[in-house]
T-cell receptor, first 113, second 113 residues
Framework: DAGITQSPRHKVTETGTPVTLRCHQT?????MYWYRQDPGHGLRLIHY???????DKGEVSDGYSVSRSKTEDFLLTLESATSSQTSVYFC????????????FGQGTRLTVV | GEDVEQSLFLSVREGDSSVINCTYT??????LYWYKQEPGAGLQLLTY?????DMKQDQRLTVLLNKKDKHLSLRIADTQTGDSAIYFC?????????????FGRGTSLIVHP
């Protein structure tokens, strides 16, 4: 299995609190992505990174920020969590452009109450 | 923007063939993918097809691409109970050079013994 780890795997938090999810990889892949998965919506891209300190927005980026200070870690932050951000969050990594060699993490189930 | 549509459920008997269908709208799609998601896990790439191909076969999996109708299908021969999972269709094109795929909502395949 590819070396990609998400933490935490499960989290329950209160509305209005900040939350940070971590994606850690040991593959030295250049690209990292954060998706959310919701029933009826499939996977939707939140943000992605194409290198250290290089990030860009996806289709559902409102309410989320990201940081990548080193190759192996990509952090997703909810500055002030809302119930609409209750979801399963997946991190993915690719060595280059395209998803022919993509690996996904196990997911983080976040519940905002 | 791009749109990828799949039926939500498919139920088959063990040993039969399964055919999961997908339609997409982007005529400039370059890669089309099939991913599998088992319960509680991340997505796993099953196979992909380049847009200049009509068919790709890999053991029990056959992918058919009809570019004219923008229709992609995944056939699983001799379906087993272990094939029960959610199957995601995805397509990508070179938007800004990123090739980040757009995912469908997923088809839940249920295999009855």
């Amino acid at each position: 299995d590819a070396g990609i780890t998400q933490s935490p795997r499960h989290k329950v938090t209160e509305t209005g609190t900040p939350v940070t999810l971590r994606c850690h990889q040991t593959e030295n892949h250049r690209y990292m992505y954060w998706y959310r998965q919701d029933p009826g919506h499939g996977l939707r891209l939140i943000h992605y990174s194409y290198g250290v300190k290089d990030t860009d927005k996806g289709e559902v980026s409102d309410g989320y920020s990201v940081s990548r200070s080193k190759t192996e870690d990509f952090l997703l932050t909810l500055e002030s969590a809302t119930s609409s951000q209750t979801s399963v969050y997946f991190c993915a990594i690719t060595p280059g452009v395209g998803f022919t060699e993509a690996f996904f993490g196990q997911g983080t189930r976040l519940t905002v109450v | 923007g791009e749109d990828v549509e799949q039926s939500l459920f498919l139920s088959v008997r063990e040993g039969d063939s399964s055919v999961i269908n997908c339609t997409y709208t982007d005529s400039s799609s370059t890669y089309l993918y099939w991913y599998k998601q088992e319960p509680g896990a991340g997505l796993q790439l099953l196979t992909y097809i380049f847009s200049n191909m009509d068919m790709k076969q890999d053991q029990r999996l056959t992918v058919l691409l009809n570019k004219k109708d923008k229709h992609l299908s995944l056939r699983i021969a001799d379906t087993q109970t272990g094939d029960s999972a959610i199957y995601f269709c995805a397509e990508s094109e070179a938007s800004g050079g990123s090739y980040i795929p757009t995912f469908g909502r997923g088809t839940s395949l249920i295999v009855h013994p």
